[in-house]
């Protein structure tokens, strides 16, 4: 059942007849049903729903870290922007073998500068170091910046993040994994959030390490 939400000439939501009204940032707006077709999907329609499943099956995994850090939005949420330019850029092969580009992915994206000479290694049990250089303190890269990381292991098919890992200024930072990551390759990415003025650094891949 629709609802009328300022007179008869204001915006609705709900279902009219053959019309849905909804409202989207404050603008109402109408669309009709979808219609059904008997018509069988291109394989460039099968394609793309199949980049769209995997991606945001992926990205769901981020979804805390997606909704602070991913910025500089015009027209969409931060989730949905940052579906948008990975279904461009992050997604090779042909479908079906259609995978994820680890090396292209963006979780995090602002004008935050990113560290100098960033490095990744595991060489304690369940442990993943990060390290970096600082160049001169600046607004756009401050001390008290913090350090954002996130490992993926595709064996698993499990993220590990640490979204507040210390300060930029430490160079230094220590993600802990579960146990049974030992012997698995891992994707590293590292990115830097200001708390105080609330804008983020495109993330970085710092490429795959096995666990120790």
Sequence with gaps: MGRIKKGILGGFSGKVGAVIGASWRGIDYMR????????????AQLAQQNKMTLLRNFLLGLDSIIE?????????????D????NLLNSIEGTYPEQSINFTQLLFSKGILM???SPKVVST??????FSWENGNFTPM????????LVVYNP???LFCELEDGGLRSDKFSRLIVPEDFKGDEVHCYMSFYSKIRKIASTNEYL???EVV
Excluded: H
Excluded at 34 to 43: G, I, L, T
Excluded at 68 to 80: A, D, G, L, S, V
Excluded at 82 to 85: E, I
């Design 68 to 80: 602070t850090r991913y910025q500089n939005i015009e027209k969409f949420t931060p989730m949905n």
């Design 32 to 43: 009709g049903l979808p219609r059904n077709s008997a018509k069988p999907a291109s394989e």
């Design 124 to 129: 304690t049990s369940n442990t993943i170091d």
């Design 114 to 116: 990113n560290a100098w």
């Design 82 to 85: 940052a579906l948008s330019y």
């Design 155 to 157: 064996a698993k098919n």
């Design 207 to 209: 490429g795959v390490i």
């Design 141 to 148: 890269r401050a001390a008290d910046d913090m350090v954002t």
